[in-house]
C-alpha cells in the first residue's frame, strides 16, 4: 500500500478499418483509467491505462474498467486483480528478506525482466522499509543516463515506500541480458551508500502479424543449433563456420549476437541477408584457462518476427 499501481493494457487493432475508444469507466473510484485519445488504424496499437490507488483498502481487490469503442458499440470488459499488503506485513511474511543498512527489500538486486529496444521505456516498483530506529533521507542516485529513478524524499520509522525504476532500452542500445548498477545516497547512519546490480533483458517487440503478413516476413534457418569443437588442446582457438539462411521474402537483419562467455566470439560475414540468401557464422572458442567438458550458447537477435531469438549450443572437450 505504498503507492498507486500502475498497469497497460495494449492492443492492436485487427479489424479492416480504424477505431476509436469513446470511453472507459471504471467500476470504482479508486481505479483511474486513461486510454488511446487518437484513432487506430488497422494494424495499429492502442492502449488502456488504469492506475489502482490501494490506499485505505488492504486485502484482496477485483476491479473491472468497461471500454466502448466505436467499432460495433459492444463494450469490452478489463479486470485487474490483486492482493494489497503493507511493507511491514511482507517483511513478517519473509517476503523483504534482504537487509541494506537500516532498509529492507525483497533482494539486493533490481530485475526489470524482459524489456523492448523499440518500445517506450519500462517502469518497474520495488518495495522498501525502513526497519530502523530514525527517519531515512533519500538525498540521490547515481546510475547512467538510460535509468531514470525516482525514490521516496524520506521513510520515517517502520514506514515504507517504492524505489522507481525506469529503463530506456533503446538508449541502452545493447540486445540480450545486460548488467547495470545504480548508488542510492542516504543517510542511514548503518549503510548511507547502497550499490544495487540492474538486471534486464532487452529484444525486440513485434505486433501480431496476419498470415499473408507473415508469408513475407524474413526467416532465419540454422543450419545447426549445435556446434561441436570436438576435442581442442589447451591454449588453442577453436573456429567453427555454420549456414545461416534468410528462408523469408524479406531482409532479414542480424541485429546482435551474443555468446555468454568470454571465450566465445562470433560474427557474420553480412548483418544483412536478402531473402533466399545465405551468410556464414563464424565461431570461435578460445580454450585459454579451461579444461575438460565444456558448454556454452549463443544468442541470435534478428527481426526474424516468429523466432527474434534464436540459440545455439557450444560444445567442446578441452585436453
Known amino acids: 500500500d505504498s503507492g498507486a499501481a500502475d498497469h497497460e493494457f495494449r492492443f492492436t487493432n485487427n479489424s479492416s478499418r480504424t477505431i476509436r475508444i469513446i470511453s472507459v469507466e471504471a467500476s470504482c473510484g479508486c481505479t483511474t483509467p486513461g486510454w488511446s485519445t487518437d484513432p487506430i488504424p488497422n494494424g495499429k496499437e492502442g492502449f488502456v491505462k ?36 503493507n511493507a511491514k506485513t511482507l517483511s513478517a511474511r519473509g517476503e523483504l528478506p534482504v537487509e541494506n543498512g537500516n532498509l529492507k527489500l525483497k533482494s539486493n538486486s533490481f530485475n526489470l525482466g524482459k524489456v523492448f529496444i523499440n518500445q517506450e521505456p519500462t517502469t518497474v516498483e520495488f518495495v522498501v522499509l525502513n526497519t530502523g530506529a530514525r527517519p531515512i533521507k533519500f538525498t540521490n542516485v547515481i546510475g547512467p543516463s538510460y535509468i531514470k529513478s525516482q525514490v521516496p524524499d524520506s521513510l520515517g520509522v517502520n514506514e515504507s515506500g517504492l524505489i522507481k525504476l525506469t529503463y530506456d532500452a533503446a538508449a541502452r542500445n545493447q540486445y540480450g541480458f545486460v548488467s547495470d548498477n545504480i548508488q542510492i545516497q542516504t543517510d542511514d547512519e548503518s549503510v548511507p551508500l547502497k550499490s544495487f546490480p540492474v538486471y534486464t533483458s532487452i529484444e525486440e517487440f513485434f505486433l501480431p502479424m496476419s498470415a499473408n503478413e507473415l508469408s513475407k516476413a524474413p526467416v532465419l534457418y540454422l543450419e ?96
Open 50 to 85: 488504469v492506475s489502482y490507488n490501494p490506499k485505505g483498502r488492504p486485502g484482496y481487490f477485483n476491479k473491472s474498467l468497461t471500454v466502448t469503442t466505436d467499432f460495433d458499440g459492444s463494450p469490452v470488459t478489463l479486470q485487474i486483480k490483486g492482493q494489497v499488503v
Open 224 to 319: 545447426s543449433s549445435v556446434v561441436d569443437f570436438a576435442r581442442l588442446m589447451q591454449g588453442v582457438v577453436g573456429e567453427q563456420e555454420i549456414a545461416l539462411k534468410n528462408n523469408g521474402k524479406n531482409d532479414l537483419l542480424i541485429r546482435s549476437l551474443q555468446p555468454n562467455c568470454s571465450c566465445v566470439t562470433a560474427s557474420v560475414e553480412q548483418m544483412r541477408v536478402k531473402a533466399g540468401a545465405e551468410t556464414k557464422l563464424i565461431i570461435t572458442f578460445s580454450t585459454e584457462g579451461r579444461k575438460n567438458t565444456q558448454q556454452k550458447s549463443l544468442t541470435i537477435y534478428s527481426n526474424d518476427p516468429q523466432n527474434p531469438v534464436q540459440r545455439i549450443t557450444l560444445m567442446a572437450y578441452i585436453e
